[in-house]
């Protein structure tokens, strides 16, 4: 009876552990659940439209109506890019920024940019040459017309003509010749100087001066998502 009763408690161990390691395997096997993160609602994800990129050594600022993945810009990019476009309002929704205005080079470096460009110095190069042909041609006019009165006015009496007339027409004519070579000299150099004086004018570098809620708006959004992310 003894051994009935051992051979029924050692069949019901054997029972309870067959189904302790059943429920082990199942559990075992049993697809694990896994929470996903929360969703940080970050603008990390945002770029700068011009540079597409978002650093940390630069925030980025939405100083325009611009909006969606337009909005953010770097304010470097921004400032480089007004500059190499020569212009103080967005391209995209034609907001003019509030910008102060500093001319990009001195007189004397603007004066050797200018000249330096290959354009510029072949104009300069044939406007010295035709300069320099008028010139000699004026002086040439001059000293013979001056060298020649006599001459003219002891012809000119020959022929019945009063020496004061051909005095005043030799006058005339020089006063008519260096009048003719000071105008195309001077609307030489007037063509030359408009040209650089407006692209020195024009060349500028634009500072934007934007609303300190601008600089503001961003940085608070970031510090945000830094506290969520930690």
């Given amino acids: 009876m003894y051994d009935e009763i051992n051979t029924c408690s050692n069949s019901s161990d054997k029972f309870d552990l067959d189904k302790e390691k059943s429920k082990k395997l199942a559990l075992s096997s049993a697809p694990s659940i896994v929470r996903p993160p929360a969703r940080v609602q970050s603008t990390a994800s945002a770029v ?99 060298m020649g009165m006599e001459y003219f006015m002891a012809e000119g009496s020959k022929l019945g003509v009063r020496k004061d007339w051909i005095r005043a027409a030799i006058f005339l004519f020089l006063f008519t010749v260096i009048m003719g070579y000071l105008v195309t000299v001077y609307l030489i150099i007037r063509d030359h100087f408009s040209l650089w004086y407006r692209w020195w004018t024009s060349t500028v570098d634009f500072h934007l001066l934007l609303p300190p809620s601008v600089n503001r708006k961003f940085f608070r959004q970031i510090n945000i998502a830094d506290q969520c992310i930690v």
Avoid at 86 to 115: D, G, H, I, P, Q
């Fill in 48 to 146: 700068c439209r011009i540079c597409h990129t978002n650093t940390v050594h630069e925030c980025l600022i939405s100083p325009c109506n611009c909006r969606g993945t337009m909005e953010y810009v770097h304010l470097s990019c921004l400032e480089r890019w007004l500059n190499q476009s020569s212009r103080n309002y967005c391209e995209l929704c034609m907001y003019r920024f509030k910008a102060m205005k500093t001319k990009r080079y001195k007189l004397c470096e603007s004066l050797k940019l200018w000249v330096r460009h290959p354009r510029n110095r072949d104009h300069i190069g044939s406007d010295a040459l035709i300069g320099v042909l008028l010139t000699i041609l004026t002086a040439a006019l001059v000293i013979t017309s001056s």
